[in-house]
């Protein structure tokens, strides 16, 4: 029709009736991930030791890589504001572009492939008017974000961030990286005629922006502003507070929206500028069975996740050096990593190698429970394929249950272990150029041995998803609370009793512990056990779905 953006409002308070819930847990999930990294810097950085020791850690080129430079010279200036300055922009921005990325996605290109938008288009709604929609919600849900969580920060009152203006300045960068990468996939979503191929090229972008700044960040700050994404630290908030990457990441965001129209107003419904490439005539062998085409479509979800615990592997196993400083100048910190704080008063190689083996032990606890977030995702595809109604067609096939059953669980196991292995993997690395660093054996008998409390969750999910399949999700209410109890239940001194029902507080603490086999059989035994009764009772219950 003539009026490209006809019915613009109207598509605009659909989409806000239907996303208002999921927009809401967006705001608190994010809010909580960023406003409480601030009191926790705080706590570990209130004498001028204390700063000092985060100062050295943050200054070396593992860190620049991981989080962006710091600007800060000294380490007595290297409060706990310019700590949270320093490392949170750019995962947060990661973290918010990730969000907006599926979104945007999924509520233009997805609803192409899904039928809705010729729907739409069959009324007197304007070519524009879904994709201003989305653009408009996009943009208020920014605005609102950065308001909430610029108050969140000031009302914390912490040295340092008390300044409107400042707490103002680091959340609009969050929100403006935000917008950006939504208006990045709007004009992917454009280009290909996909979703799936839409967020991959997204996220590969991404990927590629974060690697070239690896490298530009090391080696000469000031090429960032040629990189989108480095904008997002570039503000260097509590520290020197810059407003023009903000300013360049509005009007990238401006010319983004131009570049999507313009695309999209000379394109047919469910069309793309890149056509899909023709598939093979024949399937690969690995299509050929249940089981390559399950791991086939989790290909690219797993191999995102093992990539990520592997840099959270090299990030910890990078503080592994400087875990003496830490213990020294924070109490807080031996007790959030079991470390007997006297060990630091000691001058002793032998004191030094205990510090560091509590501490590796508690980041692989720490790790294992990420690492059974993994796992569960990958077992829960199982139950998600259920309720799509997509199971139907395939028990329609000669396969029974129990293949299906233990295709995914087996699966999720193998896929726990790499991932595990992936942490093993980026910690040794990341502490063999030390002056004390443990061999490869060392480091993968204390990393590994955590897999069979993963296994353990991945039975007690299996049981859930066999016997009460829509409250299969609870396995995450359990997993927070693993992951609560593993990290800072110590700093809150909270009952020892608590402990019992944390599978990983029975799994042995190597190298700091001897190995308790008859702990880690009975765990074994009982994932095991679990996931086979799991599979006969899946056998016998009826289909669910939606």
């Not at 050295?56 to 989080?67: H, K, R, S, Y």
């Not at 995962?91 to 899904?114: L, Q």
């Not at 008859?518 to 095991?528: K, Q, R, Y």
Request: charged content about 10%; hydrophobic content about 55%; overall charge positive.
């Amino acid at each position: 029709m003539d009026k490209p953006l006809n019915k613009t409002f109207s598509m605009l308070k659909a989409l806000l009736k239907r996303d208002w819930l999921k927009l809401v847990f967006w705001i608190a999930g994010v809010l909580a991930f960023v406003a409480s990294g601030v009191g926790k810097f705080e706590l570990i950085m209130q004498t001028d030791s204390q700063r000092e020791t985060m100062f050295n850690v943050f200054q070396g080129p593992a860190m620049t890589a991981l989080f962006g430079p710091m600007t800060v010279t000294q380490g007595k200036d290297f409060t706990a504001a310019a700590a949270y300055g320093t490392t949170m922009p750019l995962i947060t921005a990661i973290t918010f572009a990730v969000v907006s990325v599926i979104y945007v996605v999924n509520r233009t290109r997805k609803e192409e492939e899904d039928g809705i938008a010729e729907v739409f288009r069959s009324f007197q709604v304007g070519k524009l008017a879904n994709t201003t929609a989305v653009v408009i919600e996009l943009f208020v849900l920014q605005i609102l974000i950065t308001v909430v969580l610029a108050i969140s920060i000031q009302l914390q009152n912490i040295p340092g961030m008390t300044s409107f203006s400042v707490n103002l300045l680091f959340a609009s960068a969050i929100g403006a990286q935000s917008l950006m990468w939504g208006l990045f996939a709007l004009v992917f979503a454009q280009i290909f005629s996909d979703s799936g191929s839409a967020k991959g090229a997204t996220f590969g972008f991404l990927g590629l922006l974060y690697l070239i700044r690896m490298g530009t960040d090391t080696q000469n700050v000031n090429w960032g502003y040629w990189n989108p994404l480095s904008w997002s630290y570039l503000t260097d908030p509590y520290v020197k507070n810059h407003w023009l990457p903000i300013l360049l990441a509005l009007g990238l965001s401006l010319v983004l929206l131009v570049l999507a129209y313009f695309l999209e107003i000379r394109r047919d419904v469910n069309a793309g500028y890149i056509p899909e490439i023709n598939g093979k005539d024949h399937a690969s062998k690995s299509l050929l069975s249940f089981t390559g085409l399950t791991l086939r479509q989790q290909r690219t979800a797993s191999i995102g996740w093992i990539l990520g615990l592997f840099v959270l592997g090299i990030t910890y196993g990078s503080m592994i050096d400087q875990i003496g400083g830490f213990v020294e100048s924070s109490p807080t910190i031996s007790k959030l990593f079991n470390i007997d704080p006297h060990l630091a008063n000691e001058a002793s190689k032998a004191a030094s190698k205990a510090m560091i083996e509590s501490f590796m032990s508690t980041i692989f606890m720490i790790c294992a429970v990420m690492v059974a977030c993994f796992a569960v995702t990958s077992l829960m595809r199982l139950v998600t394929e259920e309720r799509k109604n997509r199971q139907e067609q395939l028990y329609a096939m000669p396969i029974s249950r129990y293949k299906v059953y233990a295709t995914y669980m087996i699966i999720s196991w193998i896929l726990g272990a790499l991932a595990q292995f992936a942490v093993v993997l980026g910690i040794y690395l990341a502490q063999a150029n030390n002056a004390n660093a443990f061999s490869f054996a060392k480091v993968a008998a204390a990393g590994m041995s955590w897999t069979v409390g993963v296994f353990f969750v991945l039975g007690i999910l299996g049981l859930l998803i066999a016997l009460v399949p829509r409250l299969s999700a609870l396995i995450w209410g359990y997993l927070g609370f693993a992951f609560f109890m593993s990290y800072i239940g110590n700093i809150l001194n909270l009952p020892a009793w608590l402990n019992n029902f944390n599978i990983f507080h029975h799994i042995s603490r190597l190298p700091v512990e001897t190995m308790n086999w008859g702990n880690f059989v009975l765990i074994f035994a009982l994932a095991v056990s679990f996931s086979l009764l799991g599979m006969v009772a899946y056998r016998q219950r009826d289909l669910i779905g939606d």
